[in-house]
């Protein structure tokens, strides 16, 4: 049997600070030498940050709270590869990130509602939608899925992890604003 590699490491991007002057955390997952790189949302001072332990070495509140954060997705990045490694799916690090974000097979997607909803409705066109109303959901489904990629680097996301924030972050978007 061919040996499996997998490791999960926690850095910040330093080039890319945030208007507090933080660094973004970042986790990178590493299966069979493919890797990715995931955004935690989380953030901490570049001052703060320890790349050998990968993690704050400050004392306050926010960075014990941090830490904790981190060990917990680390915690749960490894039980989800120890699952796969029991199952008899092929462990990729595109499977392992979308059991993290809360994707599989059985779960219901936001653009899979979306788009069923946006069948039912071309179907009722003329009955009670226009052809405008449903190419205005349409749209609505592809800005969705623009933002899906770009803030969750998923091609898609479940109901059960939407965060309580998502559609203010999503409305907050430039193609979003509608004009009348």
Partial sequence: MARKSFSVLFFIKKGKLLKNG???VCMRITVNGCMVDISIKRSCPVNLWNQA???SKGKDRMSVELNHYLEITRSRIHQ???ELETSDKVITVDLVRKLYYGVDEESKTLLQVFREHNEQSRKLIGKDFVSKTVQRYETTTRY???F???EY???DIALNNLEANFISKFDALPNNRHTS
Avoid: C
């Fill in 22 to 24: 933080e660094a973004p």
């Fill in 144 to 146: 969705l899925e623009e």
């Fill in 80 to 82: 989800i590869y120890r």
């Fill in 153 to 155: 680097q998923l091609s």
């Fill in 53 to 55: 332990k990968e993690n």
């Fill in 148 to 150: 899906i990629k770009k």
